[in-house]
């Protein structure tokens, strides 16, 4: 069965970086995007960061300019860099992959990570 392994979490100071990593354990294939997500205690699971197959980015509002996603499509394998890091990150985060088996239609499958925790102290 395949699963995501995310690793790089942990405790860290106001101001400083991580870098998150995600790779699959087996293989995966069509993957439409890949992405990070984080929930903080209390709080809904909220989309960081998007890398579609295309290369294209997106972002939350809150990390623009200080988190950065990039993939390794070979592995495949995707990663964020974390700069400038605030009280307010402070969450898990989970990666996730998009795939669509479909050939003639859309066949969308979601693969989840079981995350890793951020701890920003102030």
């Known amino acids: 069965q395949v699963q995501l392994v995310e690793s790089g979490g942990g405790l860290v100071q106001a101001g400083g970086s991580l870098r998150l990593s995600c790779a699959a354990s087996?293989?995966?294939?069509?993957?439409?995007?890949m992405a990070w997500y984080r929930q903080g205690l209390g709080k809904q699971r909220e989309l960081v960061a998007v890398i579609a197959s295309n290369g294209s980015t997106n972002y939350a509002d809150s990390v623009k300019g200080r988190f950065f996603i990039s993939r390794d499509s070979a592995k495949p394998a995707i990663y964020l860099q974390m700069n400038n890091l605030q009280s307010e990150d402070t969450a898990v985060y989970y990666c996730?992959?998009?795939?669509?088996?479909?050939?003639?239609?859309?066949?969308?499958?979601?693969?989840w990570g079981r995350g890793t925790k951020v701890t920003v102290s102030s």
């Open positions: 996730h992959f998009l795939m669509n088996w479909g050939v003639l239609k859309p066949d969308l499958r979601d693969l």
């Open positions: 087996g293989n995966v294939f069509k993957i439409n995007a």
